[in-house]
């Protein structure tokens, strides 16, 4: 697979651009009732995500590509079928390769989303 299926990427859970910390990123959000969220992220162009810290912890799942976390000075690859989990507090960016895909859950609310118009 190249993409995410198309019922995962329906328009009403698009994750609105502004809540991206970079361009290029196209994602689509779904909210756990206990506040939590998962996002499903493609990375259409390739680059490094601003540096970043949430009140909640992070964890990923690559599922294409490569995503190397960004903790201070260490720069850590993570590859297809790895997962990373980043603790709540820790400052953070990231780096991606064009056409990396992840999966994401966060421990509280990260993003919302688009309005059908945007």
Not at 87 to 94: A, I, L
Request: glycine share 14%; aromatic share 12%.
């Amino acid at each position: 697979m190249d993409k995410f299926p198309e019922f995962m990427r329906n328009p009403i859970n698009r994750i609105a651009v502004e809540t991206q910390y970079r361009k290029g990123i196209e994602g689509y959000l779904y909210d756990g009732a206990d506040g939590s969220q998962m996002a499903f992220w493609t990375d259409t162009i390739g680059g490094i995500s601003a540096k970043h810290t949430h009140p909640y912890d992070e964890y990923f799942v690559v599922v294409e590509g490569l995503y190397t976390v960004i903790i201070g000075e260490k720069r850590i690859p993570v590859g297809v079928g790895e997962e990373f989990l980043i603790p709540k507090g820790t400052p953070h960016g990231g780096e991606s390769l064009p056409g990396t895909r992840t999966i994401h859950a966060f421990g509280g609310k990260r993003a919302h989303r688009a309005s059908l118009e945007d």
